[in-house]
């Protein structure tokens, strides 16, 4: 049986992207483009964007979807580009926005992608950060909250399709457990 429990509530998480998106504001001079990483992305992205303009910093919204992980709790390391690439405006700041950052695989990923495509100006941003599975080397300017080494769904994120729709962020057991 899977047991979910609350790690951050609906109202601590909106707390923490109101300050975030008010220091956001402060770093990015310039017009901004916002890059949500399908499929996880999509709540906190939607509630980001929102909270960035109300900080004063309008953005314009983009999306890339990467897949890394099929139904299993640990990702293939494999990371693939599904669908197609946005289109970004060269004099435009890309905030590229991820729901978590573990190995750092997939934003490692996209960032090359972007670089690739001719972006200059990429920022990275995560609602969730667990360092100590940190694989490949790569830079997040933006940390909602660090967590450690446990399998978290709910506000977005998944666990094979199921959670999503949760208004907190929680944790469940593993699947071994
Ligand atoms: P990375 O490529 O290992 O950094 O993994 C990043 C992606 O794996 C995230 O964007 C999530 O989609 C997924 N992921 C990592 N940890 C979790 C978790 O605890 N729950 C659900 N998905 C996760
Ligand atoms: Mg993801």
Sequence with gaps: MTTVKQMFSADELAARIEVLAADIA?????????IGVLKGSFVFLAD???A??????????EFLRLSSYGN????????VLIGGYPDVNDDRTVLLVDDIVDSGNSIAYAMKLLEAGG????MT???LDKPSRREAEVTVDFVGFTIPDEFVVGYGIDYAEDYRSLPYLGMVEKEDA
């Design 125 to 127: 941003c995560t609602l």
């Design 48 to 50: 980001l964007v929102r």
């Design 26 to 34: 402060t770093k990015v001079s310039g017009k901004l483009t916002v």
């Design 52 to 61: 960035l303009d109300r900080a004063g910093l309008p953005s314009h919204v």
């Design 119 to 122: 972006t200059t100006k990429i």
């Design 72 to 79: 299993k709790q640990k990702a293939s390391g494999d990371v």
